[in-house]
């Protein structure tokens, strides 16, 4: 009885080894048609595009510093695409905030790298006890921190709850380049993660903030989406604006959560809608914050 007690187990183990290593290979295959674009901005300065958060790269004689690291089966594609503008690792792994799109490269990078982040993306990849130690940020900051690497100085800057409770943004001072990370989503309704201290209002606020900062020159990289400029992300903080006074509106006029979804959102932002934040998210997300906030 033991014997076949054992051999149970062992074989109830085998299985679900298989089944671990078969959903693990799945994960992976879905990245395997994946391509790292890169696009030269200026002379030390790039942006990658592949799955998941754009990566800034800054690259030169001091080395190589990237802003986000997108999901883990990528490492060796951005690794590559890395190599083809210059020979060597990362120094500087600097995280706009903690979701996996953006850190997934992580436990790759910060084998040999630095990596940088707000105290609250600390807080939230430690949370994750199947988080590596090398996939945590060893230099986090409250507000602001400046980097200044490849003749240039890169502000790390903070500004409170808004896509999450640790969102950054990173701004080069001398090439007039700005990585906003999820704070800004390309002509798209953005995610804002409430459960991770996300805020509807404090979203618009940090972009408003930042839109003051920039001038008509300057090269907007967005969290997801293609590079883009100030009128772009002034038109998206519009797009935030109108809809934050829609649903207030709605909600003092007495409209449940159903009904407004039944009337969807105003007309000129229905193409806004994409696979992950569809219309009907987008108003979850604005009728839950907003009913909840002055």
């Given at each position: 009885?033991?014997?076949?007690?054992?051999?149970?187990?062992?074989?109830?183990?085998?299985?679900?080894?298989?089944?671990?290593?078969?959903?693990?290979?799945?994960?992976?295959?879905?990245?395997?048609?994946?391509?790292?674009?890169?696009?030269?901005?200026?002379?030390?300065?790039?942006?990658?595009?592949?799955?998941?958060?754009?990566?800034?790269?800054?690259?030169?004689?001091?080395?190589?510093?990237?802003?986000?690291?997108?999901?883990?089966?990528?490492?060796?594609?951005?690794?590559?695409?890395?190599?083809?503008?210059?020979?060597?690792?990362?120094?500087?792994?600097?995280?706009?905030?903690?979701?996996?799109d953006h850190t997934g490269g992580?436990?790759?990078?910060?084998?040999?790298?630095?990596?940088?982040?707000?105290?609250?993306?600390?807080?939230?990849?430690?949370?994750?006890?199947?988080?590596?130690?090398?996939?945590?940020?060893?230099?986090?900051?409250?507000?602001?921190?400046?980097?200044?690497?490849?003749?240039?100085?890169?502000?790390?800057?903070?500004?409170?709850?808004?896509?999450?409770?640790?969102?950054?943004?990173?701004?080069?001072?001398?090439?007039?380049?700005?990585?906003?990370?999820d704070l800004y989503f390309k002509d798209?309704?953005?995610?804002?993660?409430?459960?991770?201290?996300?805020?509807?209002?404090?979203?618009?606020?940090?972009?408003?903030?930042?839109?003051?900062?920039?001038?008509?020159?300057?090269?907007?990289?967005?969290?997801?989406?293609?590079?883009?400029?100030?009128?772009?992300?002034?038109?998206?903080?519009?797009?935030?604006?109108?809809?934050?006074?829609?649903?207030?509106?709605?909600?003092?006029?007495?409209?449940?959560?159903?009904?407004?979804?039944?009337?969807?959102?105003?007309?000129?932002?229905?193409?806004?809608?994409?696979?992950?934040?569809?219309?009907?998210?987008?108003?979850?997300?604005?009728?839950?914050?907003?009913?909840?906030?002055?």
């Open positions: 009885m033991k014997l076949r007690f054992q051999r149970h187990i062992i074989g109830l183990s085998a299985l679900t080894l298989l089944a671990l290593t078969q959903t693990s290979a799945i994960a992976d295959d879905k990245f395997n048609d994946v391509m790292i674009k890169s696009k030269k901005l200026d002379n030390n300065t790039y942006m990658f595009m592949g799955a998941g958060g754009n990566i800034g790269v800054s690259a030169g004689g001091d080395g190589i510093l990237i802003i986000d690291d997108q999901f883990a089966p990528l490492a060796d594609k951005i690794t590559a695409a890395l190599n083809e503008i210059q020979p060597g690792v990362p120094k500087y792994i600097v995280n706009t905030h903690y979701h996996g992580n436990a790759h990078f910060g084998e040999q790298g630095t990596i940088l982040a707000h105290h609250n993306v600390l807080k939230r990849l430690q949370a994750d006890s199947t988080t590596p130690a090398s996939a945590l940020p060893v230099i986090t900051f409250a507000e602001n921190i400046s980097i200044h690497f490849n003749q240039d100085t890169l502000e790390v800057i903070h500004l409170g709850p808004g896509h999450t409770d640790g969102d950054s943004v990173v701004m080069w001072q001398k090439a007039n380049i700005i990585h906003m990370g798209r309704f953005p995610y804002i993660d409430l459960e991770a201290g996300g805020s509807v209002t404090g979203y618009r606020e940090n972009v408003s903030i930042i839109l003051d900062r920039l001038d008509n020159k300057t090269k907007v990289i967005p969290g997801h989406g293609e590079l883009a400029d100030k009128n772009a992300l002034l038109r998206f903080k519009h797009m935030l604006d109108d809809s934050i006074n829609w649903m207030r509106g709605e909600i003092e006029m007495g409209r449940d959560l159903a009904t407004i979804k039944k009337q969807g959102v105003p007309a000129e932002y229905a193409n806004w809608s994409w696979a992950f934040i569809s219309a009907d998210k987008w108003i979850e997300t604005l009728y839950q914050d907003l009913s909840t906030t002055p």
